[in-house]
C-alpha cells in the first residue's frame, strides 16, 4: 500500500532556479495539499486542490505554482526559488469534507521534501 | 488571535506520568476536531479524532468542550516513545481545509 509518496526527499538548489517537488497518491483521494514547515510557524498552507483542475491558494501561495491535472498527482514549483523559501515541504491528502461523525477531512502526510535554497 | 492555540512547552515529565495538553480554536462552526502527533523531522500521524462525548484510546483520553471552544489530550502513564509533538487540529467549516496549532511539545524522561 503505497499511500501518499513525495519526492524527491531532500533537494538542495540555488537562488532564482526553478524547483518542482512531487506529490502522488494511490487512494484516489479527492483533496490534496502543500504545506511547509518552518521553526517558529508551524504547518502553513501553501496550497490546495478539492479535485483535479480545481486548486486554490492557502495561507503563503507566493512564489509557488500547483497544478492538478490528474487526480493522483499534485506537484508544486518554485517558479525562481528565494532563501526564505528553505523549509521542509509536506504533501497532504483527504477523502473530502467532514460530514456528521464521519471525518472523510482526516489528512494523510507524505514523508516529506528537505529543500535548502543555497 | 490564532486559529488555534496550544501551549508549546517543552513538557517534561517522568516515565509512568500523567500529562495534559489543552487547546482552544476560534471557530465555533468547526465540527470536526483531532489530534496528531509528529517525531523529529518527520510527518504529521493521525493520533485519533476528538468527539463531543469524549474519546479513549488505550492510555489516551480526548475531550472536546464545544461551549468553551477548547480541546484537550490526557495521556496516561507515559512512555519514552510518547516524545513527540502533538499537534491540536480543527477543520475549516466545511472548506476540507484543516487548521493545525503549532503543537505541544513532549519530553518523557526515564
Known amino acids: 500500500d503505497a499511500g501518499i509518496t513525495q519526492s524527491p526527499r531532500y533537494k538542495i538548489t540555488e537562488t532564482g532556479r526553478q524547483v518542482t517537488l512531487m506529490c502522488h497518491q494511490t487512494w484516489s483521494h479527492s483533496y490534496m495539499f502543500w504545506y511547509r514547515q518552518d521553526l517558529g510557524h508551524g504547518l502553513r498552507l501553501i496550497y490546495y486542490?478539492?479535485?483535479?483542475?480545481?486548486?486554490d491558494k492557502g495561507e503563503v501561495p507566493d512564489g509557488y505554482v500547483v497544478s492538478r491535472s490528474k487526480t493522483e498527482n499534485f506537484p508544486l514549483t518554485l517558479e525562481s526559488a528565494t532563501r526564505s523559501q528553505t523549509s521542509v515541504y509536506f504533501c497532504?491528502?483527504?477523502?473530502?469534507?467532514?460530514?456528521?461523525?464521519?471525518?472523510?477531512?482526516?489528512?494523510?502526510f507524505g514523508a516529506g521534501t528537505r529543500l535548502s535554497v543555497l | 488571535r490564532k486559529e488555534v492555540e496550544q501551549d508549546p512547552g517543552p513538557f517534561n515529565v517522568p516515565e509512568g506520568a500523567t500529562v495534559a495538553f489543552n487547546c482552544t480554536y476560534s471557530?465555533?462552526?468547526?465540527?470536526?476536531f483531532f489530534w496528531y502527533r509528529q517525531d523529529c523531522r518527520k510527518e504529521p500521524k493521525l493520533l485519533m479524532s476528538?468527539?463531543?462525548s469524549g474519546n479513549e484510546d488505550g492510555r489516551f483520553t480526548a475531550q472536546l468542550n464545544r461551549a468553551s471552544q477548547y480541546i484537550s489530550l490526557l495521556i496516561r502513564d507515559s512512555k519514552l516513545s510518547d516524545s513527540a509533538t502533538y499537534l491540536c487540529?480543527?477543520?475549516?467549516?466545511?472548506?476540507?481545509?484543516?487548521?493545525f496549532g503549532q503543537g505541544t511539545t513532549l519530553q518523557v524522561k526515564p
Open positions: 486542490s478539492a479535485a483535479a483542475d480545481i486548486t
Open positions: 487540529v480543527v477543520d475549516s467549516s466545511n472548506t476540507g481545509k484543516l487548521i
Open positions: 471557530n465555533s462552526a468547526s465540527q470536526s
Open positions: 497532504a491528502s483527504s477523502e473530502g469534507v467532514h460530514r456528521d461523525r464521519d471525518s472523510k477531512n482526516i489528512q494523510y
Open positions: 476528538v468527539y463531543s
